[in-house]
């Protein structure tokens, strides 16, 4: 009997079912106003101190070519523009990484975020925590 690996395509299927509504929402804008070559929107939220199930931190990879000849800060904005409903509400924090197709093709991944040492999960002083008497 032959086990041939599952295709990339089922998982990413998976992936995309398991989205919640703020995240869908944010790689549908993303989509809409960048029309990019490639987009990872991660919720990295359950990397944080909030309740199981938010969608509150993201991680997104934009590579379009709507970057092209942009510095760093006009590609954020460009982002940040694009999602401005949803920062101002339901999301907490973005990690933007925007790339230009060439910029993709030459390197195409990101370094993994860092492990979140903020907030009230690692700080005994951090906020709703008493000072020591």
Known sequence: ??????????????AR?????VQ??????LQRALAPSHLEVVN???R?????GSETHFR???VSRSFE??????????????????LASDVHALSIHAKTPEQWAERPRVDPSPPCLGGSKH???????RTPP
């Open 60 to 62: 997104v990879v934009v």
């Open 48 to 52: 944080h101190a909030v309740p199981a």
């Open 17 to 21: 079912r398991m989205e919640g509504p």
């Open 69 to 86: 000849g942009l510095p760093l800060v006009q590609r954020h904005r460009l982002v940040h523009s694009s999602v401005q409903d949803l």
């Open 24 to 29: 869908i929402a944010l790689r549908s804008r």
């Open 1 to 14: 009997m032959s086990w041939a690996a599952a295709p990339v395509r089922s998982s990413l299927s998976l």
């Open 123 to 129: 700080d005994p002083l951090g906020p709703g925590k």
């Open 44 to 46: 990295e939220s359950g």
